[in-house]
Every structure is written in structure tokens, then in C-alpha cells.
């Protein structure tokens, strides 16, 4: 009988944050699949466990990825662990529950640290509707085509970075949202020196001209004002209004057939126009 993949968050800062069901899944577990097998070995000789590690990684998965989905089929079970925080989010695992998937084999998830919603959380920004957006690309092209993708996104927006990419990033960021928007920027969670520090852009990008980074940080992201589209639409709206006139409507019409046109309502539409 085929065996399971377990994917066992780890802490991302506080040894405290691992859980007994996440012990018990690391104990259990007939191998682990390690993003680095030094980190992991530092955390199990934490926890006192002892048991088999396979490296799998960005640059070995495909080869390492097919071995323990062979392991698994032959009825062990893998719990697969990353650096820090929840495997497959932004850290190698996607592929390896892919594999596992495509080979019937039953994948389970434990719920536990993820810097991503633990940002989230307390970042005082809108938590309702919010994006995972992970790291920016290095390459400048796909860079600029993620931010442009996301002009318009009203959703809260969560980005992961390195400290020695900080300032970069936070002016990109300025560039593509304007720089009264605001951001938290959420640095090292769970640990000593935990601190979240919620600005506008602008001031996000003059306090890091000043001062470096220091530690990792997950960066909140206001999403755009809802204005923005509504506004958007009315300026379409109020030009289509200026054609019909144009081209011989009365105000009055021009308004009732664009207002039917775009489910405006035809008394803010008449109102914008006056103006
Ligand atoms: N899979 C992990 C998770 O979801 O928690 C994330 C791994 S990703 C390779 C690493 C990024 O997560 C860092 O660059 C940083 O943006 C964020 N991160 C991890 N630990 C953090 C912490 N203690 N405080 C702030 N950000 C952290």
C-alpha cells in the first residue's frame, strides 16, 4: 500500500511556534524531505527526533521530486519540511505535491507558520480580500509587467523580499502605486526584534534611503481605491456623453442612453456633466 506526503510548516523565527501535531507528523514519518538538510537537521536535534533526510530543492526537484514519489509508492511516508514557514508557499514543495497528486498518492497539509498571513494579520491594512503576489522577479521585463498587472488590483497585496533588495523594490513599488499609498512592512515576525512599521510609500522609500534593512520582511500593500475605477468609468461615460452630443443628441438624451449603456446612474451621470 502506497504511503503519504505530509507538508509540515516549520517556525519562521520561534522554535515555540512548532506544533505537537507537527512533531508528532516529523516523528512518524519514515524520511523527510528537506529543503535544506542542515536547517532541518538543527531543527529535529531541537525537537531531539532522528530520522532519514533527502534534499529536495529548486535544483534537484525534478530528479529528487520522482525518487521519494518512488519511496512513496513503495509504502513510506515523506513529511516534506522548507527553510522556514509553510512548504509549497513561495519554497520548493509545489512540484512534489503535483507529482504526488498525479500518482494517487494522498497529500496532507498541517496548518501552521506562514509569514505571509501572520503579516497579514497585523498589518492594519484591509485583511478581507487580499493577493499573494510572493517575491518580484529579478529580470527588470517581468518585473515591471507584474506591477503594471496589478495598477489596478483593490485587493490587498502581500510581497516577500530580501532586506539587500528592500529599497529597490519599495521604489518600484512607489513608481507603480503612487506614493501615498500605504504599506506595512512586517520584519522580523515571531523573533525578538519583531516590529511592524505602517507608512505611505513615500515614506517607505525615504526611511530606507536613510537607514538599511535589517532581517526579513513581508511588505502589506494597500490595494487601489475603489474611486479609481469608479472614476475611471465615469470618465469614459462622460466622454461618450460629449460624442452623442456632438453628434447632435440633446444633453438630456445623451445622458438616458449612456446611463443604459453602462448602468450608470443616469443623476450622478447628469450631475458630472453639468459640472
Ligand atoms: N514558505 C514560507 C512561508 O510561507 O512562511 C516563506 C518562505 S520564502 C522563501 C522566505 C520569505 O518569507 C522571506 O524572504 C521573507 O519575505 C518572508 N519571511 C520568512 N520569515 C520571516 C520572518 N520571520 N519575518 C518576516 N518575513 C519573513
Redesign the pocket.
Known sequence: MSGTLTLV?TP??NLSDISPRCRQALEEADFIAAEDTRVTLKLLNHLEIKKPLVSYYEHNKEFSGKKIVERILAGENCAQV??????????P?EDLVRLCAQSGITVTAIPG???????LSISGLPTGRFTFE??LSTTKKNRAAHLQSLQKEQRTMI????PHKLSATLTDLEQAFGGERRISL??????LH?EVLRMTLAEAVSFYTEQSPR?????IVEGAPQEAEAEASMETALARVAVLIESGSSKKDAVRQVAQETGLSKNALYGAALK
Do not use: H, M, W
Open positions: 510548516p519562521i523565527g522548507s527553510d522556514a514557514g509553510s512548504p509549497a508557499i513561495s519554497d514543495g507558520p506562514c509569514a505571509a498571513i501572520t503579516a510572493g517575491f510581497f516577500y523580499e530580501a512586517c520584519r522580523e515576525l515571531t523573533k519583531e532581517g526579513e520582511y513581508v511588505l
